[in-house]
């Protein structure tokens, strides 16, 4: 008894050779517009929609296949006596495998000043419905939505038939493709932050050895058009496979560097904190002072600098084990000698786009949390002296450079800087003088003239009195405690001069 194939592609990819050997297993093909053409230019024999159908395409091919002759053929469960009779009745042949990709969408919306109504035009009926009436009914359908299964799915036609486990295996591939292609079009066009619903899409860039832990299965998946200025678009250029921790740190070393876009700069990351944060005029400069920054943390670290690697640079990242550098782009000079260290993984990514991202997940048990990224910055708040003394302008400098790192530390966070590069970072502390004290101790003697940045405000003035003591000259924070005169009369008292800005950073995850 000869079989129906119904095939309806956007990507060609391998379709000829493949519907010829369907039709040498004993399958009629049935196709629609392009696909049609296609096949018919290639030698194949092809039924069109329309001889199936008795009724033309209309609509500019808006509707073709949305009719009781496709859709009876797909659904009809074969087991059930009244399906039969109605399949007799009504003239209806069954259909036994769907081939079906959909309107080229995500290509569409992806290209440069690509017009609303062609993003529209693009947005497939037919196809989505003929992909989930026969995965639907795979318990006596075969659905086909990847050219990779092409060569399966023929070694089982040929044979005794495609496998019931097949089947099945293709029809959740099937609702996963159709949901994908209904999530990326919601998202082109819902215009509120937070929606009623929300319905996330993303594609595996690469299976991971595993996640945290070696215990720990996981993957990397990418958005379907990530931003050129991201992690997802970066390209490795030398290296191993990227781990999950080096992803992960590798975000936040990437997120934290292009806050400095009017400025050479350096940033040392380990476990999502920087260690070690340096400014200067030149980029070796900048990665100097990261280094003398925290020069134990750095070790094994990552490594993210906002300019192209020069030699010089990469003569003083040779000289430490490193786990990645990312960087917008390396001398010829600068790569091949990073190359000739054979573990170290080299990134390439845009860095124009500043690394944010709209919504920032985080995954709770049952549910997810979902805000807008932290991307304010000094600019953005109303920034006042709230002590006696004004800072003076190379506190000034140091109290911005604080304020740009410190939104990038888990909380309680502390960050001391001295002009160029930070001195001593207090991460994650369940008290903001824990976080000030661990902060001190890394710094030592640097503490002397330095300025402290804080994440949230002094809900007492202990933390005003812990940075009094180290030598701490010059304190930025939110402000907003009920207690915020305390900590500015201890300040006072110290003639140290303090910063309120009216915006905190909590970074808990």
């Given at each position: ?124 009926i037919g196809g989505p419905a003929m992909l989930r009436a ?221 690394g944010n991202v709209s919504h920032a997940l985080t995954s ?146």
């Amino acid at each position: 008894m000869k079989r129906r194939a119904l095939i309806s592609v956007s990507d060609k990819t391998g379709l000829s050779d493949f519907a010829k050997a369907l039709q040498e297993a004993d399958f009629e093909v049935i196709s629609t517009g392009g696909t049609q053409r296609a096949l018919e230019a290639a030698g194949v024999r092809v039924v069109g929609i329309s001889e199936v159908t008795n009724f033309p395409e209309i609509l500019d091919g808006r509707v073709k296949t949305l009719h009781p002759l496709i859709h009876g053929g797909l659904l009809a469960d074969r087991e059930k006596e009244a399906h039969r009779q109605a399949l007799q009745e009504h003239a209806i042949e069954p259909i036994d495998l769907v081939v079906v990709n959909l309107y080229p969408f995500k290509e569409t919306i992806s290209k440069e000043g690509a017009e609303d109504a062609d993003a529209i035009d693009n947005i497939d009926i037919g196809g989505p419905a003929m992909l989930r009436a026969a995965a639907k009914n795979h318990a006596h359908a075969a659905v086909v939505t990847d050219p990779e299964d092409y060569p399966r799915v023929l070694e089982e036609a040929r044979n005794n038939g495609i496998r019931f486990e097949t089947r099945r295996h293709l029809a959740a591939k099937a609702f996963r493709h159709t949901a994908a292609y209904d999530a990326l079009v919601a998202e082109y066009m819902t215009e509120e932050a937070f929606p009623e619903t929300m319905t996330l899409t993303y594609e595996k860039k690469q299976t991971l050895r595993y996640g945290e832990n070696p215990h720990q299965g996981a993957s990397f998946y990418q958005h379907p058009l990530p931003a050129d200025s991201s992690i997802a678009a970066a390209k490795q250029l030398h290296g191993k496979e990227l781990s999950y921790n080096n992803i992960n740190d590798v975000n936040a070393a990437f997120a934290l560097v292009s806050e400095f876009s009017d400025t050479k700069a350096a940033v040392a990351v380990k476990h999502t904190n920087p260690c070690g944060v340096g400014i200067a005029n030149t980029l070796s400069a900048a990665f100097e002072e990261a280094y003398a920054a925290d020069p134990v943390s750095i070790f094994g670290g990552i490594v993210a600098l906002n300019d192209t690697v020069d030699a010089d640079t990469a003569e003083q990242l040779a000289t430490i084990f490193l786990e990645v550098i990312i960087a917008p782009d390396y001398s010829h000079d600068a790569l091949e000698l990073l190359q000739k260290k054979k573990n170290i993984r080299l990134l390439k990514v845009d860095m124009a786009g500043g690394g944010n991202v709209s919504h920032a997940l985080t995954s709770v048990s049952g549910g997810m949390l979902v805000q807008e990224d932290d991307v304010k910055g000094l600019a953005d708040t109303d920034v006042k002296v709230a002590t006696k003394r004004a800072p003076t302008a190379e506190e000034w400098r140091s109290l911005e450079f604080a304020w740009r790192v410190v939104k990038h530390v888990k909380s309680n966070a502390i960050v001391l800087t001295k002009g160029s590069r930070t001195v001593g970072v207090g991460a994650g502390q369940m008290n903001r003088v824990g976080a000030a004290e661990i902060a001190i101790a890394q710094a030592q003697s640097e503490t002397q003239g330095s300025a402290l940045g804080s994440d949230a405000f002094f809900p007492m003035k202990d933390t005003v009195e812990t940075a009094m003591k180290a030598g701490v000259t010059a304190v930025i924070q939110p402000g907003g405690s009920k207690r915020d005169q305390e900590s500015i009369d201890a300040a006072d008292e110290a003639g140290i001069t303090m910063v309120f800005t009216g915006m905190r950073h909590f970074r808990h995850a």
